[in-house]
């Protein structure tokens, strides 16, 4: 992947502050990246990392006050979307752009029937009529797997797995162009994560949709994405195609955290534990926010301000250190 | 190794409006000392509710629970409050098992206290060597859970588990809240502990990459019966349940050029309660023929092996 | 040995506030709370120290200059008997603020004991203490306060059982729901398992992390109590002449309000402070006590 002009979604220099009671939260701290219609790009990361106030700031759903955009641009299709006005904006959510929260429990209205919340979606963006709408929602849960004859039922009437298919059908009712997921199956089994990943997949490339994919887990992100970004204290540290990334990670925190995940094939004896805890957003190091957990650290590391270096083509690293790979 | 716990036929069932819920049915197993037995299963499969009938914050509805030998399945009063400085436990959610009003130190003390056999000196000195031991800075000692991330909250509530000397500890789930680069720290202190203090560990999570990391041996859960048990690698190397299998394929692997088969389940979990007999996973099996309809048992296919399966042996032409 | 493991980054701020320290910082940064503070412990102070403040007695009676207005030697005026009603309202704080703090004392800690015991035992235990508790509710506490004050007659202490009724059902519903709102929480099966007794756990764990909402009732009941014991002395119930209280003085000057304002006005003002005051802190109370989650 490259900086370019030409992308699909092109965020550049996003600065991102929470302000609570005396302190400035840096939650995201000048974060660029690019993606491409149709692909897929991972935002990974721990949490306090940035990355959801990096995807609230796309749709432009940041609670402000406290939040609050500082600076940079957010081009999608070639429109600046924090230079549009509320109206506009409005016109651009659930139709455009569409977002998967992390907690299907909390995201649909518990007193109204699933099959009205997504046909809410469809007439907000479409004339359409009510009959209409109708058959269109349950075309779309049929494609998530739910049976169509389910769109009067309330949401709690079904598991959750089954919740988070019907949030995903709201997100695709009217065929956006980019789907943010923020840890879409973080809090479901394991088996029923596979069913709903192996259906995202399916649906981004029927409907050819753009996709920001936030987790924690880089499993998941490798099922799904093609490019990955890796965020740590409100930065993107390192920026490559997904290949890049799990094969020559570069950056000392993602190495880092692939020694710190207990693999299933791998026999190691004990893991690799990431050293000390992430930094305290209102109070970040000064030079490279990773430094004091970094093994190389040097002084340059600690004072300057480290910016993104091209490794290889299409591969960054927000590091001055050249780290042989491990043997 | 001599046997340090040994559970038979437990069944722990509670009343609901609509029914009579089998939350553990039937589980038997047994832990020798100074190993780590790793429970799997996805949500509802019961192994945090086998967890807390064995250390007895549940009451069993039937079978027996044996330690060191002894059948501690209803203990006297006495003999509970003897038992309870064995048997430890460590939660799940750093966040809501520590008392917000209560001082790291004061946490770590309690059981120390209510045990009323330390002065107050003596108490001190002891937070302070368990708080060493878990690696948590002295200086923490008046901090509140609130001022604290969640890796040292479970430490603390580590330090809490291991006051009182206790030979077991039933691991709820201990770094499932926790960041990945966290859990790592908390994963190699709780191994560290066991090599030290010869613990036996009853690890339970939904996390199939931790319980491989830290198990010895593996029971596999599902709707509150073990579907398969075996040392941890045999299980990973042949698992023989189509449960075990699905569940293990389902797993996303970060090694990006492994070609993999993955098992997509069909449906959702049935319902625990009011179960019909039978193999609970037989709806959702790709392999469910009439027999699986019968009670199934856990049977031994090879050395230490066990599938509670009609179809394993010609499934997997053993 | 351990140590690998523990490498620890400990942040600059070591952050050590007791929870009480916190909350007082919250405080702090409120400023209708600070107000609303300072007006109570004004209050409370010259309730304290009324004999040093009074310059009468507040039953002398001075017939010869009964119902003047404001005047350098009484500064709020006299009332129909020639008393000094500066002197009358100073007195009359002690009265109204003692009253306020004891009933809500006795009727708090009642209901408290009350909802404690039906959130944490459940089952029929619940169902009988709400049940008792819908029944006290259904009457409109001052309804009640006139029908004890009523049956027990008149007096400071049968006044204060009256008043304190009526916040039993308040407080123990807030105890209840506070003690179910922590009752998933996994410290208490931790208690449990360090063979803490049922007794220990909920007065070490359950009563602490439960309490905060009863606090700030509480306090807001304050202010109320002061109008229901205005309220019973305005009809004559409750504490009798010559006892200053506030409701009694504006009972007594109600027939001379055109010709003698000022023996409703002032102690008027004093009900408004005290209730506002309570009422504001109270309401800073409730957002301090609330834990900030700032991530």
Same mark, same amino acid.
């Given at each position: 992947?490259?900086? %370019? ?27 660029? *990246? ?12 721990? %949490? ?52 998967? *929260? ?51 039922? =309330? ?35 394991? %088996? ?14 029927? *409907?050819? %949709? ?21 965020? =740590? ?12 990334? *799990? ?48 093994? =190389? ?31 | ?38 429970? /799997? ?9 086998? $967890? ?55 946490? #770590?003390?309690?059981?120390?206290? #209510? ?45 809490? !588990?291991? !006051? ?12 499932? !809240? ?25 690890? /339970? ?12 041996? #593996? ?17 990973? !190397? ?17 090694? #990006? ?20 007999? $039978? ?40 | ?113 009350? +909802? ?27 309804? @009640? ?7 027990? +007659? ?6 204060? @059982? ?64 002061? @109008? +229901?014991?205005?309220? @019973?002395?305005?009809? +004559? ?59």
């Amino acid at each position: 992947m490259a900086l %370019t002009n030409s992308a699909f979604l092109s965020v550049r220099d996003l600065v991102v502050e929470y302000t609570a009671e005396d302190q400035v939260i840096h939650a995201v701290n000048g974060v660029s *990246f690019d993606l491409e219609r149709g692909k897929t790009l991972g935002l990974v990361g721990e %949490t306090g990392a940035g990355k959801t106030s990096i995807a609230k700031a796309i749709m432009r759903i940041l609670p402000d006050p406290p939040a609050r955009i500082r600076s940079g641009e957010i081009y999608l299709d070639g429109e600046d979307l924090l230079k549009l006005s509320e109206k506009e904006m409005r016109k651009i959510r659930g139709r455009k752009v569409s977002m998967i *929260f992390q907690d299907p429990m909390t995201a649909l209205n518990p007193i109204m029937k699933v099959g009205a919340q997504i046909s809410e979606v469809i007439r907000l963006h479409n004339k359409v009529t009510g009959r209409e709408a109708r058959e269109r929602t349950v075309l779309m849960l049929e494609r998530v797997g739910i049976p169509g004859d389910r769109a009067d039922d =309330y949401p709690h009437q079904f598991s959750g797995g089954m919740k988070q298919r019907v949030v995903i059908a709201m997100a695709l009712a009217c065929n956006p162009e980019l789907l943010i997921a923020d840890e879409p199956t973080t809090a479901l089994d394991v %088996t029923i994560q596979a069913q709903v990943l192996e259906m995202i997949n399916k649906l981004k490339s029927d *409907f050819n %949709t753009s996709m920001i994919m936030i987790s924690h887990n880089l499993g998941v992100v490798a099922e799904v994405c093609d490019d990955l970004a890796v965020v =740590y204290a409100g930065e993107i540290v390192e920026l490559g195609s997904k290949e890049a990334v *799990f094969d020559r990670p570069a950056h000392p925190y993602t190495r880092g955290l692939f020694g710190a995940v207990p693999k299933l094939y791998d026999d190691r004896e004990r893991l690799s534990p990431i050293l000390g805890l992430p930094p305290d957003p209102s109070n970040l190091p000064q030079g490279c926010h990773f430094s004091p957990r970094c093994p =190389y650290a040097t002084d340059p590391c600690r004072n300057d301000k480290i910016p993104l270096r091209e490794i290889e083509p299409g591969h960054f690293s927000r590091c001055i250190q050249v780290i042989r790979p491990e043997g | 190794m001599p046997t340090l716990l040994e559970v038979r036929n437990l069944k722990k069932y509670f009343e609901t409006p609509r029914g009579m819920l089998h939350a553990v049915d039937d589980v038997s197993f047994s832990i020798e000392k100074g190993k780590t037995l790793g429970i /799997v299963g996805e949500s509802g499969c019961g192994k945090s509710t086998l $967890g807390r009938v064995i250390i007895h914050l549940l009451d069993s509805t039937g079978g027996s629970i044996y330690f060191e030998g002894e059948d501690i399945t209803n203990p006297s009063p006495r003999k509970l409050r003897k038992l309870r400085e064995d048997m430890q436990i460590i939660f799940q959610d750093p966040y809501s098992s520590l008392n917000p009003r209560m001082t790291v130190e004061q946490t #770590i003390m309690e059981p120390l206290v #209510i045990s009323g056999r330390f002065s107050k000196k003596e108490r001190q000195r002891e937070a302070e060597r368990l708080m060493a031991m878990v690696g948590i800075d002295q200086r923490l000692r008046l901090s509140y859970p609130h001022e604290l991330d969640g890796g040292r909250r479970q430490r603390v509530g580590i330090a809490r !588990a291991l !006051a009182l000397n206790p030979k077991f500890i039933f691991c709820d789930e201990p770094v499932s !809240a926790l960041d990945v680069s966290i859990s790592a720290q908390v994963l190699n202190l709780l191994q560290d502990l066991q090599d030290q203090f010869g613990l036996t560990y009853m690890f /339970v999570t939904h996390d199939l990459s931790v319980v491989r990391h830290i198990s010895d041996d #593996i029971c596999v859960m599902y709707l509150g019966q073990i579907v398969e048990k075996s040392p941890t690698k045999e299980l990973f !190397a042949l698992p023989l349940h189509p449960y075990t299998q699905a569940l293990i394929s389902a797993v996303p692997t970060i090694d #990006i050029h492994r070609k993999k088969e993955r098992i997509i389940l069909q449906g959702e979990v049935t319902s625990p309660i009011n179960p019909k007999p $039978g193999c609970r996973f037989a709806r959702r099996c790709i392999h469910e023929c009439k027999k699986c309809h019968e009670p199934q048992h856990l049977e031994e296919v090879l050395p230490n092996h066990y599938v509670a399966c009609c179809r394993v042996r010609e499934l997997n032409s053993l | 040995m351990l140590n690998a493991t523990t490498a620890e980054v400990i942040p600059s701020r070591v952050k050590r506030q007791s929870e009480l320290a916190a909350v007082a910082r919250r405080l702090s940064k409120n400023p209708s709370a600070i107000i609303g503070f300072v007006v109570a412990v004004f209050l409370v102070l010259i309730a304290i120290f009324a004999p040093l403040i009074a310059p009468y007695p507040y039953d002398k009676q001075d017939l010869m200059n009964s119902r003047k207005p404001p005047s350098p030697q009484h500064i709020f005026g006299t009332d129909e008997l020639g008393r000094d009603v500066f002197s009358r309202v100073i007195w009359g704080s002690r009265f109204s603020l003692t009253v306020g703090v004891l009933a809500v004392l006795l009727g708090s800690g009642v209901g408290v004991i009350f +909802g404690a015991l039906a959130g944490y035992f459940g089952g029929l235990i619940d169902d009988l203490v709400m049940r008792l508790m819908d029944i006290l509710q259904s009457i409109p506490d001052i309804l @009640l306060a006139i029908t004890i004050s009523v049956a027990l +007659g008149p007096g400071f202490f049968n006044t204060l @059982l009256a008043l304190s009724v009526g916040g039993i059902p308040m407080a123990c519903r807030l105890m209840r729901a506070g003690i179910l709102g922590i009752r998933k929480q996994e410290y208490l099966e931790a208690a449990t398992a360090i063979n803490a007794s049922t007794l220990r756990i909920i007065i070490r764990h359950v009563l602490p992390n439960a309490f905060a909402p009863v606090l700030v009732s509480a306090t807001m009941m304050i202010g109320h109590i002061i @109008l +229901g014991a205005a309220m @019973l002395s305005f009809i +004559g119930l409750g504490v009798q002449p010559p006892t200053p209280e506030w409701g009694s003085m504006i009972a007594g000057g109600r027939s001379l309000i055109r010709s003698c304002p000022w023996m409703v006005t002032f102690p008027g003002i004093f009900i408004m402070l005290a209730v506002l005051a309570l009422n504001m802190f109270g309401d800073g109370l409730r957002d301090a006590l609330d834990p900030k989650l700032k991530k």
